[in-house]
């Protein structure tokens, strides 16, 4: 077992690579009495292209990773959710553009839990009834997520800047495609993309390191898995321009919302450079659109945003992009000021003393965060799959300059790759 210090950071990570090609990495806290674990695939909603190793190529319909998800809890015993609880766990479940992840958080009767967590992600029961009966299920929440506005506009968004690839798709899929799913899909998606050589798991709080590791391999070791294989994942290219400069949606909403945002070029994105650009791009909102920026300030004065405005900078295989804004009285005016805002900054420059501000200030956070063993697991898998390492944050963080922000964000803003979703009333 491989140990790694972070001495500025007081932490210590135990990793080991399994036989069966599983990684896993311990993070023990002492004096914690949480214990928080992920056990997460490299699999999520754009990968719906493939082939598997030694196999032919398939195209599987839109929402079978998070379908596939939904069905991971159900047993020939019963649902696990009610195995857990009554080991004292809290467990859950959730499904990215990149990545599935299964979870439980306890104080209690941790390897029991782990054990549990283990043992029925790696044993699927699918049915042709129960894949039937779980159909009804999705439709109800992808229509009821129709109807929520928060979800509308920013998947409207999405649709706006992405003519072709994946990440445009609800993460659920449509109705149309999660009917047309099948068990022998599930089934093939299950053995490409839930070998262990394709899973992290991840184990924070009040642990014992070694107890813990050697828990894992005794489970795993009980087990019988394929050889393991390269899985090919294929995208469309994506053009540059956006599908549409704006998008706009009708729903019954007391006020509008407004997101926009940009679309950038995607770059090669495994290691620590990666990392280091998306740090950079959300710095440079923190510094020009964060709480304490004169053009919040100016925007909540003028009632053009309320508490709930934000951005954030997302980046995965093949895409890259901003989200900006939130409830507005004047969706227009919003886009406007900020946009000649950004602009602005791009031509002028930012201060010297601002970014420095902004840089302690995102790095405090980050140390606050550590405190928190759900943030830290859920964190440390998402660096991992882009070949980065969380706890190497504060060090990309301390190499940034004002030269690396304005360069971002000279990038970045571009006016012929912005777009525009608004949700309004449905009679105005």
């Not at 280091?276 to 510094?287: C, G, Q, S, T, V």
């Not at 000649?340 to 420059?349: F, V």
């Not at 060090?395 to 309004?424: F, P």
Request: hydrophobic share 40%; with cysteine.
């Amino acid at each position: 077992m491989a140990v790694k210090q972070y001495a500025n950071l007081q932490e210590t990570l135990h990793y080991e690579k399994l036989d069966n090609g599983l990684d896993v990495f311990v993070l023990p806290k002492p004096g914690f009495t949480k214990t928080y674990a992920t056990f997460t695939t490299r699999y999520g909603s754009v990968d719906n292209h493939f082939r598997p190793p030694g196999g032919e190529i398939l195209r599987v319909p839109d929402g079978i990773a998070h379908f596939l998800e939904h069905k991971m809890f159900e047993e020939p015993e019963g649902d696990i959710f009610a195995t857990f609880a009554s080991q004292g766990a809290s467990a859950n479940a959730f499904t990215s553009f990149e990545r599935t992840v299964y979870l439980f958080s306890a104080t209690d009767h941790v390897q029991a839990n782990l054990g549990t967590l283990l043992d029925f992600v790696q044993n699927p029961y699918f049915t042709d009834a129960n894949v039937e009966k779980e159909k009804g299920i999705i439709v109800q929440e992808i229509n009821m997520y129709r109807d929520n506005p928060d979800w509308r506009v920013y998947y409207g968004l999405i649709e706006a800047l992405y003519n072709v690839h994946p990440v445009h798709i609800d993460i659920a899929g449509t109705e149309a495609s999660v009917r047309s799913i099948t068990k022998e899909m599930l089934y093939d998606c299950y053995r490409t993309f839930y070998h262990p050589s394709n899973m992290t798991l991840f184990v924070v709080g009040g642990v014992d390191a070694e107890a813990t590791m050697a828990f894992v391999k005794a489970n795993q070791a009980a087990k019988t898995f394929a050889k393991a294989g390269e899985i090919e994942r294929f995208f469309e290219t994506e053009p540059l321009t956006v599908r549409e400069k704006r998008n706009e949606i009708r729903l019954p909403v007391s006020l509008p919302k407004c997101l926009f945002g940009y679309k950038e070029a995607p770059k090669p994105r495994d290691g620590s450079e990666a990392v280091r650009r998306e740090l950079a791009a959300r710095l440079m909102f923190d510094i020009l659109l964060g709480s304490s920026s004169p053009l919040y300030q100016e925007l909540y004065e003028e009632n053009l945003i309320s508490d709930g405005f934000g951005h954030e900078f997302n980046a995965g295989p093949g895409y890259a992009f901003s989200a900006i804004g939130g409830d507005t009285k004047d969706p227009d005016a919003l886009v406007s000021k900020v946009t000649g805002a950004l602009e602005a900054a791009a031509s002028s420059g930012i201060p010297e003393a601002v970014f420095e501000r902004a840089r302690r200030k995102r790095i405090g956070s980050y140390l606050r965060m550590l405190n928190s063993p759900e943030a830290i697991a859920n964190e440390f898998t998402r660096y991992r799959m882009s070949g980065g390492d969380l706890f190497e944050l504060v060090g990309l963080y301390e190499s940034l300059t004002l030269a690396d922000i304005e360069a971002r964000l000279r990038e970045h803003v571009q006016a012929d790759r912005l777009a525009v979703c608004v949700v309004r009333s449905e009679t105005t």
